[in-house]
């Protein structure tokens, strides 16, 4: 806290006052990797509202989600655990009502509690009205987010969000703070062509083939992106308009990475690194950028921290308040990511990557360790897999026109171990695992995982024994 934060607390102290609680805006987009932002260095997509956000707050470079799902990362959002130790390895499952979320513990602090927008992945897979899924939920009473929330709106329509919004804050009671999660449809696939991205500008990642189809994939993802970083600002706009903006914490960040091969469903950085940009007026300096490893473990215990209520013990998360105050460090040395079940299928002889794989890794700041318990599957993109990038990769493929390094991240043999180093090889794509000149390395980033693994429970096969 700076001499100015110090001298205000100490004058309302003074003044017999309690400082006032900050509500909590925690937003998030659908499959966004971190580099996909303007601010974030990538000078072919339109992201203004959000490029300015950052420079209100604090933006963070090294944001990892727990897994490179929609379910599981928002298992670990919302419980500062990770999915696995929430028991959230089944893509489909709800939250055990056992498993508390942080809004729970804010709502029995006297906050007014609220979720909206696009289905928050929490109460089972969406849709199964009718069902005999959907017979299994309600027989056992599996579905809680409306006894943990004060107000859910499951409504999925983009236009509405205004309306919505304006809603939830009729409901507020006058003189509670709030907490709202919003959470946006963009830019998950299948994306629209909207046009306000030329394909022959975007940027191909070195992990993918520069194709014309994979361009044109790009195109339309950044595209949806735009398109929520509109969205974005009408939340703001809302806040503003109520005169909420100068006492709310607000939290942007992805679920999991973009849809794209290497990316979502993947425990590569692609999959698991998004954007996050943190504004707190008052509390938090202006255009401040972290290198620092942060998890979406971290979220929920630094929103507790934030309005002074205890960390239960059962989250595994680290609060990042002091850093976001100033301190120059983060709390973390790793973190960590779980591949789970995607989706809603049953698992066939056909199936692939993209709807099973289990697989966990942790990331140091130079090194990440993939550990892969099904090798065995065939890799395939998660929701993209019909579009002309991932099409026409199957094709040069079959053409024998990849790439070596494409050739062997799509179509090779996968090893059980993955080590990378990321200073020299930010795309993951030369193995180093087995290296006699890395085993320190390796060894010390498989005793880390091991140990994750260990106090979380998993149901995997630690990668030592010893």
């Known amino acids: 806290m700076n001499r100015r934060q110090v001298l205000g607390l100490l004058s309302s102290v003074a003044l017999g006052q309690a400082p006032a609680r900050p509500n909590i805006l925690f937003v998030l987009s659908d499959d966004h990797t971190e580099r996909d932002l303007g601010v974030s260095g990538n000078k072919t997509i339109k992201t203004p509202n959000l490029d300015r956000f950052a420079g209100q707050g604090m933006r963070f470079t090294r944001m990892f989600t727990a897994a490179p799902q929609c379910v599981p990362s928002r298992t670990a959002y919302l419980t500062g655990r990770s999915p696995v130790a929430a028991r959230m390895g089944r893509f489909?499952?709800?939250?055990?009502?056992?498993?508390?979320?942080?809004?729970?513990?804010?709502?029995?602090?006297?906050?007014?509690t609220g979720v909206c927008r696009r289905n928050f992945h929490l109460d089972g897979a969406p849709g199964q009205a009718g069902t005999d899924t959907n017979a299994i939920y309600e027989a056992n009473h599996l579905r809680t987010m409306a006894d943990r929330m004060d107000f859910v709106d499951r409504t999925g329509a983009r236009a509405k969000t205004p309306?919505?919004?304006?809603?939830?804050?009729?409901?507020?009671?006058?003189?509670?703070?709030?907490?709202?999660?919003?959470?946006?449809?963009?830019?998950?696939?299948?994306?629209?062509?909207?046009?306000?991205?030329?394909?022959?500008?975007?940027?191909?990642?070195?992990?993918?083939?520069?194709?014309?189809?994979?361009?044109?994939?790009?195109?339309?993802?950044?595209?949806?992106?735009?398109?929520?970083?509109?969205?974005?600002?009408?939340?703001?706009?809302?806040?503003?308009?109520?005169?909420?903006?100068?006492?709310?914490?607000?939290?942007?960040?992805?679920?999991?990475?973009?849809?794209?091969?290497?990316?979502?469903?993947?425990?590569?950085?692609?999959?698991?690194?998004?954007?996050?940009?943190?504004?707190?007026?008052?509390?938090?300096a202006a255009g401040r950028i972290s290198k620092e490893l942060v998890s979406g473990e971290d979220i929920g215990p630094t929103v507790l921290e934030a309005v002074g209520l205890p960390v239960p013990k059962d989250m595994s998360g680290k609060s990042i308040l002091g850093h976001l105050r100033g301190a120059a460090a983060g709390p973390r040395q790793y973190v960590f990511g779980a591949r789970l079940h995607h989706g809603n299928a049953p698992f066939t002889e056909t199936t692939k990557a993209s709807t099973?794989?289990?697989?966990?890794?942790?990331?140091?700041k130079k090194y990440k360790l993939i550990y892969n318990c099904t090798p065995q599957m065939e890799y395939s993109p998660v929701d993209s897999a019909r579009d002309p990038g991932w099409t026409q990769i199957v094709e040069?493929?079959?053409?024998?026109?990849?790439?070596?390094?494409?050739?062997?991240?799509?179509?090779?043999?996968r090893r059980v171990l993955e080590l990378y180093d990321l200073d020299a090889d930010p795309w993951e794509l030369t193995n180093l695992a087995g290296r006699p000149e890395l085993a320190k390395v390796e060894r010390e980033l498989k005793v880390a995982l091991t140990e994750k693994m260990i106090l979380d429970y998993d149901f995997l096969p630690p990668p030592i024994t010893d």
């Open 92 to 112: 489909s499952s709800p939250l055990p009502r056992d498993v508390k979320i942080y809004p729970e513990y804010l709502r029995a602090a006297g906050y007014y």
């Open 356 to 364: 099973f794989d289990l697989s966990r890794c942790v990331r140091s």
């Open 396 to 413: 040069a493929h079959r053409a024998g026109k990849l790439k070596p390094e494409h050739e062997l991240a799509y179509f090779g043999k």
């Open 163 to 284: 309306e919505i919004l304006d809603q939830f804050f009729a409901k507020v009671p006058a003189g509670k703070p709030f907490f709202l999660w919003v959470n946006f449809n963009d830019p998950h696939h299948p994306w629209d062509k909207l046009g306000t991205h030329d394909p022959k500008e975007v940027f191909v990642p070195g992990h993918m083939p520069d194709l014309p189809g994979m361009r044109d994939d790009i195109a339309r993802h950044y595209d949806e992106i735009g398109r929520m970083d509109e969205e974005f600002q009408w939340v703001l706009d809302t806040l503003a308009k109520r005169g909420l903006d100068k006492n709310t914490l607000v939290i942007f960040a992805g679920d999991n990475g973009q849809a794209l091969p290497h990316g979502k469903g993947s425990l590569y950085d692609s999959g698991m690194n998004v954007p996050m940009l943190i504004r707190w007026p008052g509390q938090i």
